[in-house]
């Protein structure tokens, strides 16, 4: 007998129609971004000179939902959603585990991760808006590779900064890119007065995050008709993301079932977000534990501190108050680029702040491995940064057959592992160091 429900699956239909804003259920007012000159709260309108207007106005919301429009709901249904959810049966019998183990499945995009929902969103609005070029960093190639396709989606120009290390490492992410018709650079590059410095100081920079967002930021200041698009972090972005928690709430309730747990992995902060933020906002779910996995490379959820600090290494941005490392803080050269973030969303660090979200840090050689499992018992290779939640779901699993109680385990399949080939041979040829943030301090 075939059994039931592999996969939930929805209709195009049932895509969202708006986004669910986390905002107006914090439990304190979120505190708002700040200008490091003045000391005072930023004007909305200073931050329109980066980010299209659309993206600022839905920044500053304390609207409960935001409605998508129709151009980018289509956009959305043509480039893959609602995506399914699955059932890992495989894993739970490779693990022998009484416990229910759901996945949404963000590797399905033609990019591969879950980051083309607010890359199409964002390149709507700026196209509405008139903008003709956009630049922005990417760490794993991941959100450049969402960028490069929605740019071309829209018709806009796309600058993308790509960390080196990962530029390096994942050469055939700058090639998607290209593909797609982007313009592609290693960062720290010679674009910028920034990068040019960088380079001097240090030549063959790894590059960080932090740094990629400042070239591409002074790129968009400097520059005509262009404006800067972030992948994660900010209230908009993490808003866009909640098509996944939306569909995942529509599908659960299909086959009855309520997530005891709520898993995904946290570089800025978007998946996870996506996927728990419409259950957070729902009452009805208060009783399921939210589990943020972050990498021990980069641990600022669970080591980092609750203060303002920059969004970027150059001290371009406003400064955020989020659980941070330190803007300075280069995370050693782990495989999950999208993990080596030194801040966190700032609607994130809130409800950790809260209590509503339970941090947890796994090393890369323990995730990896746990992605292996994965892949072998359901066939998908996870993307490194989604096997950290997948880490985290297996010990969830292991710990619910130890108690034998039959618990429901939702997490985000944030994104597949496709180009991620260098790190899985290395975890397997045995060259995959763990050099975790203790093992760097
Ligand atoms: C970018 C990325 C992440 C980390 O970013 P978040 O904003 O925290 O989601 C995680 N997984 C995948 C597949 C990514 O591309």
Known sequence: MIRQQ????????????SYVNIVPYLRSPLPPPID????????????TRIFAEECVRQEVSQQRTVPIPDEVREAMIRFGRPTPIQRAYGLEEMLKTPARIYYKREDVSPTGSHKTNTALAQCYYAMKEGVERYTTETGA????????????????????????????????????MRLYGAKVV??????????????????????????AISEALEDALGSQNTKYTLGSVLNHVLLHQTV???????QLNLIDTKPDYIVGCVGGGSNFAGLSYPFIADPRFKDTEFIAAESDACPKLSRG???????????????????????????????????????????????????????????????????????????????????????????????AKKRGEERSILFN????????MTAYG?????????ESMAAQD
Not at 36 to 47: D, F, K
Not at 244 to 250: F, L, R, T
Not at 413 to 420: A, E, K, N, Q, W
Not at 426 to 434: A, F, Q, V, W
Request: hydrophobic letters at 35%.
């Open 6 to 17: 592999i996969r939930i699956a929805l209709d195009p239909d049932d895509t969202p129609k």
């Open 36 to 47: 490091p000159t003045t000391g005072e709260p930023v004007n909305p309108e200073a931050l």
């Open 141 to 176: 190639g991941q959100w450049g590779s969402a960028v490069a396709l929605a740019c071309s989606h829209f018709g806009l120009e796309a600058m993308i900064y790509m960390v080196r290390v990962s530029y390096e490492q994942k050469a055939y992410r700058g090639t998607l």
């Open 186 to 211: 290693p960062s720290p590059s010679q674009n910028t007065e920034f990068g040019r410095r960088l380079n001097r100081e240090q030549p063959g920079h790894p590059g960080s995050l932090g740094i």
């Open 244 to 250: 996944i928690g939306q569909e995942a709430k529509q």
């Open 305 to 399: 501190e609750y203060r303002y600090d920059f969004g970027d290494t150059a001290g371009l941005t406003p400064k955020l108050k989020m659980y941070t490392l330190g803007a300075n803080f280069i995370p050693p050269k782990i495989h999950a680029g999208g993990l080596r973030y030194h801040g966190s969303a700032p609607t994130l660090s809130a409800l950790i702040q809260e209590g509503r979200v339970r941090p947890l840090a796994y090393n890369q050689v323990d995730a990896l491995n746990a992605g292996v499992l994965f892949a072998r018992a359901e066939g998908i290779v996870p993307a490194p940064e989604s096997s950290h939640a997948i880490k985290a779901v297996i010990d969830l699993a292991l710990e």
């Open 413 to 420: 399949l944030s994104g597949h592992g496709h180009f991620d």
């Open 426 to 434: 290395s975890l397997m040829d045995g060259t995959l160091n763990g």
